[in-house]
């Protein structure tokens, strides 16, 4: 195959990932709202896991077709390029003061993912009982987050009101954007690894170097376009909140999953447990550590983010 015909193919995989991303998490919503399910509950359990389906299918189709590098590479890689890159931007142009007790839970489960994967970085592999641990916190994740949506509905006490039924063509055009938007992004995951294993023979690196670069941000373009938003209407919550919730989901439940889908424990490559897991851990400890101390994320901690992730990038690419 061309080389041409393989970066326009993975660029086409960005797009349908994009875009499938988009449709899927919105008609997903309405769906989840028509049938009565709250907005706070929806947002902090179907949207952020419809937010990481990018990274979830890209991994677990590397997983499944044995490119364990790819598959590992853009799980950790993901969480890297959303706190050293995404977050960072975000802190940089809107530093904001956080009330501890909303974040605090969320920011353990992500740092103790963390420090499950660098772990099992020194061991060698992701085994089936490193797996159930993340699983167990990924399920403390979505309890978190469902308790605090009811806690909040309760202290707001929100009248319930009659839904009105949806129109037929409402209904039928959702459905239909829910079908596009989950065929897009596993159309997009496959021509993303696919292609990006080609890139890799043609340019000769490394799965490992094209998961946690090219496809870790490419499948990190819905948090990116999220936190711009974000930016843009001054609500620096929303962007962390967000990042928060799709780091803990791409560490805790994309690696379980594709070691099930795999039928074996991840092998982990010497560079990855060095380098790889290291840094994913670094740049969650500087985003959330201070911030859990002082309640404020700072200007200071955004450059620093983004400092580190540059030369990770760089020591990445040179290594």
Not at 281 to 307: C, D, H, N, T
């Amino acid at each position: 195959m061309q080389l041409t015909t393989v970066v326009i193919l993975f660029i086409v995989g960005i797009v349908f990932i994009v875009k499938g991303g988009d449709f899927f998490v919105d008609a997903a919503s309405w769906i989840a709202e028509v049938s009565g399910v709250p907005k706070l509950i929806v947002g902090a359990t179907i949207v952020s896991l419809a937010t990481t389906m990018p990274e979830m299918l890209v991994s677990v189709m590397a997983a499944a077709e044995g490119k364990v590098d790819m598959s590992i590479g853009n799980a950790v890689g993901s969480v890297t390029a959303n706190i050293g890159l995404i977050m960072a931007i975000s802190l940089i142009c809107i530093p904001a003061a956080i009330k501890r007790r909303d974040y605090l839970l969320k920011s353990i489960c992500m740092l103790a993912a963390a420090v499950v994967i660098v772990v099992s970085g020194v061991r060698g592999q992701v085994s089936l009982a490193a797996s159930a641990v993340l699983v167990v916190i990924f399920l403390v994740f979505l309890w978190e987050n469902v308790s605090s949506a009811k806690r909040a509905m309760l202290s707001r006490h929100e009248e319930e009101t009659e839904r009105p039924k949806p129109e037929r063509r409402e209904v039928i055009k959702n459905i239909l954007l829910f079908i596009v938007g989950a065929a897009g992004i596993i159309i997009g995951a496959d021509l993303m690894v696919d292609n990006g294993s080609e890139l890799a023979r043609y340019m000769g690196i490394s799965e490992r170097i094209i998961g946690v670069t090219v496809i870790a941000i490419g499948t990190s373009l819905p948090e990116l376009i999220t936190t711009i938003t974000a930016i843009v209407k001054k609500e620096s919550s929303l962007s962390v909140g967000n990042i928060l919730g799709a780091n803990i989901i791409d560490l805790s439940l994309i690696l379980p999953v594709s070691a099930l889908v795999s039928g074996k424990a991840l092998p982990i490559a010497a560079t990855s447990a060095a380098l790889d897991f290291p840094a994913c851990l670094l740049v969650g400890g500087v985003a959330i550590i201070p911030a859990m101390i002082s309640e404020k994320f700072q200007r200071w901690q955004g450059i620093l983010l983004l400092a580190i992730y540059v030369t990770y990038v760089y020591m990445t690419c040179v290594a």
